[in-house]
């Protein structure tokens, strides 16, 4: 007997499929697997920021409503009217110290010139009047002699506030001169404050 005209017989052919059928279901379980892990935790993920979400909106909630009872309290209208009247005061405050910066700055008879002139005023002369304005000062006096009213003059000149000073008249009065005195005053005083000379 031969083989030639016989057909092979395997027994073993329904094993082996069973085996490649395994072979090919194990890539497919991971990824069903992996796409249900990935799927819970999208679930998971997305209930987490639900309940983050109503937690906070409580929160909000709650502030909300200390914040209304707050607005309610009387007292608050008390608070922001004293924070408005403070907030009024200090800007008066700060326009007076401008105000008063600005006065100072304009200032040009201040202390230090009517010291000047008290200063260098000898001891046989004194003054009836004086006129003055931002520009110039006009001073009239008397004197025992002329030498006083003409060492006056010269003293004033020599004065670094002063701009010109001039005697413009001298009279002879029973026993004294009269004499009229125009002074006028420089850009800047030495304390620092203007004289308005523009």
Known sequence: MGYDGMNDMNFFSPYN???????IEKPV??????????LIGI?????????????LGKEINALNTELEAVRKDPRLEGIMAMEKEAA????????LYALDKYIESRDTINEFLLEAIRVNTPAELFL?????????????????DKESIALFEHNLRED??????????????????????????KGEMPSGAETGKQ
């Open 17 to 23: 499929s069973k085996r490649a059928k395994k072979d």
């Open 29 to 38: 379980i991971f990824i069903k697997g992996l796409a249900v892990l990935v």
């Open 43 to 55: 679930i998971a993920y997305g209930a987490f920021n639900h309940l983050s979400i109503r937690r």
């Open 88 to 95: 009024l005061l200090k800007e008066d405050l700060s326009g």
């Open 128 to 144: 009836d009047a004086m006129q003055m304005n931002q520009h110039s000062i006009k001073l009239e006096g008397k004197s025992k």
């Open 160 to 185: 670094e506030g002063l701009e010109k000073v001039f005697v413009s008249r001298v009279t002879n009065e029973n026993e004294y001169y009269s004499f009229y005195m125009d002074i006028e005053l």
